[in-house]
């Protein structure tokens, strides 16, 4: 158990709907990743966000978008939904600033979009 | 830009038996991190190593042991006398140095071990 949290654990949806996945990085993480994981694009690196700014951006579609409130937790919002957005949505945190930290990653969120 | 490559798409081993998972990366940092991941059959992702680009020195834990080589800009693994429970995907990635702004994984594609009892 990496104690990093994600909600939630399966998301079965249709085309063009909305939805939002929820983070709890590790107590006393303040950095916050997402990565999407599909068969074509393999694992690939989305947002990250530390103590609630926007940090860095990777290959995120418009239709993403994500934010890390006060308390830490994150959610990513996903919208227009396409069949192509169907995958394994990680998210991982880190302590940062004091040098390279390992990044550990949450169970995932499955999204199947019909 | 940091690239990952794990040309081994899949690997099936016997138990007992010695595997090691070739991973070569580029990068343009002078200095940078090396990892790698595992991913069982249950789709989380466990971490298992972290190697900085001014060590060289190889590692052991256990059964599992690493090789790093910049002459040759590869960074392998290897599982010595392969167990069932070994039976994963394992990723190797990289991330550039944290004040440059590239602290995300770039990921390679993974290679997928099976290991036959």
């Known amino acids: 158990d990496s104690g990093v949290t994600q909600t939630p654990k399966h998301l079965i949806t249709a085309t063009g709907q909305r939805v939002t996945l929820r983070c709890s990085p590790r107590s006393g993480d303040l950095s916050v990743y997402w990565y999407q994981q599909s068969l074509d694009q393999g694992l690939q690196f989305l947002i990250q966000?530390?103590?609630?700014?926007?940090?860095a951006k990777g290959n995120i579609l418009e239709r993403f978008s994500a934010q890390q409130f006060p308390d830490l937790h994150s959610e990513l919002n996903l919208s227009s939904l396409e069949l192509g957005d169907s995958a394994l949505y990680f998210c991982a945190s880190s302590v940062e600033g004091r040098g390279v930290d390992e990044q550990f990653f949450g169970p995932g969120t499955r999204l199947t979009v019909l | 830009a940091q690239k990952v490559t794990q040309a081994q798409t899949e690997i099936s081993v016997v138990e007992k038996e010695d595997v090691t998972l070739d991973c070569v990366y580029e990068?343009?940092?002078?200095?940078?991190?090396l990892f790698w991941y595992k991913q069982p059959p249950s789709g989380e992702l466990v971490f298992l190593i972290r190697?900085?680009?001014?060590?060289?020195q190889n590692e052991i834990s256990g059964r599992y042991s690493w090789n790093f080589q910049k002459s040759t800009s590869s960074f392998n693994f290897t599982i010595t006398a392969s167990q069932v429970v070994d039976s994963a995907v394992y990723f190797c990635a990289s991330r550039g140095r944290m004040d440059t702004g590239r602290r995300a994984l770039t990921f390679g594609s993974g290679t997928r071990l099976q290991v036959q009892p």
């Open positions: 966000y530390y103590n609630g700014e926007e940090r």
């Open positions: 190697r900085n680009s001014f060590d060289e």
């Open positions: 990068t343009r940092d002078t200095t940078y991190y």
